[in-house]
């Protein structure tokens, strides 16, 4: 079964921390794509990798970055947290461009920031 | 990809069929549809897909009409854990390591 995990379910951070999100799958997909998810906003993306080492700037990626040492994981990291960053973090993974379509999805971080 | 219109809300009996609609008049004769769901507090789950041929999954059914404007997805038999956004999506084929792009969606919600 297709999986992908990310590494909190609930987290807590302070204004000015660095946070660092994960997220691995186990289906050897090429792809890797962060979104945030807020009331009213929908799904936008903050980044996505197509590859190891790459990385493509999507619609929001303005205080975040984002690492893929690795083709299995993929991690958002928000340099200096900041309230206007609390919401639902999802990762979601996909195959590469000549297959399937499909994006896998997390079970989402939900973060807050105080 | 062509933008997709699709009604805020919707309620089904447990154990009825969900009918839930979606518009995509401007879709391109390439362009697939495409169901997701977001059940509360959980990732989006992907359901099925289609072209232009009906197509049914474990999930569900995906009616498509001829001139490829509108589609239905159908859950033959809805339960409480049903209850869900669905969002439907039109994109090119080969495009899989392209962003999904999700619009407000419809929230069904499946009473007993």
């Known amino acids: 079964d297709v999986k992908v995990t990310q590494s909190s379910r609930y987290l807590v951070k302070r204004t000015g921390e660095k946070v660092f999100l994960e997220c691995v799958q186990d289906?050897?997909?090429?792809?890797m794509f962060w979104y945030r998810q807020d009331p009213g906003l929908g799904l936008r993306l903050i980044y996505f990798?197509?590859?190891?080492?790459?990385?493509e700037k999507g619609d929001i990626p303005e205080g975040y970055s984002v690492s893929r040492e690795k083709k299995e994981r993929f991690s958002l990291i928000l340099e200096s947290a900041s309230t206007n960053q609390t919401s639902m973090y999802l990762c979601?993974?996909?195959?590469?461009?000549?297959?399937?379509?499909?994006?896998?999805f997390g079970p989402g971080t939900r973060l807050t920031v105080t | 990809d062509a933008k997709t219109t699709q009604p805020t809300s919707m309620d089904c009996a447990e154990g009825r069929a969900a009918n839930l609609p979606c518009n995509h008049s401007t879709i391109s004769g390439n362009e697939y549809v495409y169901w997701y769901r977001q059940i509360h507090s959980q990732g989006p789950q992907y359901i099925i897909h289609g072209l232009k041929n009906n197509e049914t999954n474990e999930m569900a059914s995906l009616i498509i009409t001829e001139d490829r404007k509108s589609s239905t997805l159908i859950l033959p038999h809805a339960t409480l854990r049903d209850t869900a956004v669905y969002y439907c999506?039109?994109?090119?084929?080969?495009?899989?390591?392209?962003?999904?792009?999700f619009g407000k969606g419809t929230r069904l919600s499946v009473i007993a």
């Open positions: 979601a993974s996909s195959f590469g461009a000549r297959s399937s379509y499909e994006q896998y």
């Open positions: 999506i039109v994109r090119l084929p080969y495009s899989g390591n392209t962003p999904l792009v």
């Open positions: 289906m050897d997909h090429e792809n």
């Open positions: 990798s197509y590859d190891v080492k790459m990385k």
